[in-house]
């Protein structure tokens, strides 16, 4: 059986990418009817249990999945934010390619999830890791693979998509909306993993998209479907049964789906992480062009607050301040 989950980071900020992750992964010998009203998605959590968790506490030191919103610490916190996020992408991201070598640094994680558009600041690479112990991390990979084939259960990809400021505006000067570029990305995941393991009953499982209840006529196009039926569809779930080729494919759009799906918590992990990454080497572009500038997240207010302070510099920077921040 094909699982794909899908999840984005970066929705809402003023500033910095929208990042759209995905994973992809097989359990061999699943016999889960996925046409079925009742059925409940494969617990990968349960499956994996000897090497993942949901908590970054774990006495066993497993490696936490979970909705990235939930993992990622507070600033000021003892321990750096990223430190739950960062173990668990770089491990997976590690073990998908059958590997327990972790990326050396950003451009190679990156490059690891399949992230080709290029930097739009010319500042020298993150090293890796920022937040945890590259040797925990790579046991961690160990970990992950050894259970992985116990259960049968084969990671084969961890991905993520990253959409620049000037991207996105130029989607949304076309009279396109937001959310049209978050579903065709998912849509451009969901293509590829059923392309790249054909016949297998399939389970694409996907967090709601900006409050949208009706998916239909839309994944009927994306993905060449027939035989459609809607399972259902209200303000918590919309849940379809089509079929692709000649296999039987569940979508699912839920509210809250990282805690229901492995797959989507894994995404969500992975999109933030490469979104907070990209994050610091645009604040250390800047910081280094104008010394004593304090960081941003990116986010509205604060990200206001950032514009203002760079507001003197413009000139003398050689950068428009319509490069940077979100039309919306």
Not at 93 to 108: F, L, P, Q, W, Y
Not at 262 to 281: D, F, G, N, Q, W
Request: charged share 20%; with cysteine; net charge neutral.
């Amino acid at each position: 059986m094909l699982l794909l989950g899908v999840d984005e980071a970066g929705y809402g900020p003023l500033l910095g990418p929208l990042c759209v992750g995905a994973s992809i992964w097989t359990i061999a010998g699943d016999g889960l009817d996925v046409t079925a009203p009742d059925a409940a998605a494969p617990n990968l959590w349960s499956l994996l249990r000897t090497a993942v968790c949901k908590s970054g506490k774990d006495a066993r030191g497993r490696l936490p999945i979970a909705d990235s919103k939930k993992l990622k610490l507070a600033k000021g916190s003892v321990q750096h934010p990223l430190t739950h996020l960062e173990r668990t992408v770089l491990a997976c991201a590690a073990a998908a390619r059958g590997t327990t070598s972790i990326a050396a640094d950003d451009d190679a994680l990156r490059a690891m999830l399949g992230d080709v558009a290029s930097y739009p600041h010319d500042e020298p690479s993150v090293a890796l890791p920022v937040a945890t112990d590259r040797a925990l991390a790579s046991i961690g990979a160990g970990q992950f693979a050894r259970a992985c084939t116990k259960a049968g259960v084969t990671l084969h990809a961890l991905r993520c998509v990253r959409h620049e400021p000037s991207a996105l505006n130029a989607h949304l000067a076309t009279g396109a909306l937001k959310p049209n570029l978050t579903f065709c990305a998912a849509m451009e995941f969901a293509r590829s993993a059923l392309a790249a393991h054909p016949a297998m009953p399939a389970w694409l499982a996907f967090d709601r998209q900006g409050g949208r209840m009706r998916y239909l006529d839309d994944l009927m196009r994306s993905l060449d479907a027939r035989a459609p039926r809607i399972l259902q569809e209200d303000e918590e779930h919309s849940h379809y049964v089509l079929t692709i080729g000649d296999r039987p494919v569940r979508v699912s759009f839920d509210v809250g789906a990282e805690s229901a799906h492995l797959p989507i918590a894994l995404a969500s992990m992975a999109a933030k992480t490469v979104r907070e990454l990209c994050m610091e080497r645009l604040n250390r572009f800047f910081m280094r062009q104008v010394p004593g500038l304090v960081p941003t997240a990116g986010y509205v207010q604060d990200g206001r607050r950032w514009l203002t302070d760079l507001g003197p510099h413009w000139d003398s920077l050689g950068i428009r301040e319509s490069d940077l921040v979100r039309l919306g």
